[in-house]
């Protein structure tokens, strides 16, 4: 084959596989698995113009994309994942009918609830100015997966939701699942029987040097250190369903007030794998 010609077959050659083989720049890829993404963005009105109270949903969702009818280990992920962040009436549904169906049921829950309050405004000529700030609600949901221990996939949903009060509310869930079966590990599938205790005791330890670097107060050495700051006042120190099995660490997770106080925000307390594999299953 000539040189000219052999240049312009491996020309059209790129070209075909450009456009018939699936490209790894279409979706981000968790090894062989596809990542889909869903954005969802609206303000929906409480009443048919444009000055009353609204509601603002964002959302950016991300799903593993099924490689076929019978992929059930990636439909069982899926599922499993909008129970938990959705609820369980959306868990047979596509992601992308789950995700349309939560907001319709967003839109008319918010009206719903803040209709009447609204109503007896507008009838005693509330002027915009005056009314509630918490007339507005906003939701903002995101997802995100990535690849953890060996054979693990880590999903983290973090929820920012705002229905009147003093403050905003957030928080984040953690799930790990078997990426060969589809099966989410729970604590009892991952640590041995009795972990909990010494588990338990490594939290507390950690919980005491993450608090006296973070609040800056070198007092902070004991339980006592950590009551007399707010934290573990209402609860005992425990080991969450908040992990995630990474890729050289473990981490759990302490939304706002599970602990301590909302002006502390969320603790997260990781451990090398090295430190804790011994009550770990497998």
Known sequence: MKRKDLIMFVAASCLI??????????????????????KLEEKARLQEDVTSPS??????????????????????????????????????????????????AYI???????????????????????????????YRLTTQLDSGKEGILNVIAATYTYTGGAHPNSWEQW???????????MLKEVFIKGAEKPI???LLKELIKEMAVRLEDPSITSLEGLQDAGILNWTD?????NFLLEKDKISFLYNKYDI?????GAIVLSFPYERIEKYMIH
């Open 260 to 264: 301590a106080p909302y002006a502390i």
């Open 108 to 138: 008319a829950e918010y009206r719903k609830d803040v209709n009447d309050f609204y109503q007896e405004d507008i009838k005693n000529v509330t002027t915009a100015d005056e009314l509630p700030a918490w007339y507005n609600y906003e």
């Open 200 to 202: 338990s005791e490594m």
């Open 175 to 185: 799930m790990n699942f078997d990426s060969n079966t589809g099966k989410q590990l």
């Open 237 to 241: 120190i425990y080991v969450p369903e």
């Open 17 to 38: 596989s450009y456009f018939l083989l699936p490209g790894c720049d279409k979706h981000k890829q968790i090894g062989s698995k596809a990542i889909k993404n869903i």
């Open 55 to 104: 509601c603002q949903i964002t959302i950016d969702y991300n799903y593993l994309a099924e490689s076929d009818l019978t992929d059930t280990v990636t439909q069982r992920i899926n599922q499993t994942i909008l129970a938990s962040i959705l609820g369980k009436e959306y868990a047979l549904m596509t992601p992308e009918a789950a995700i349309d169906s939560f907001k319709k």
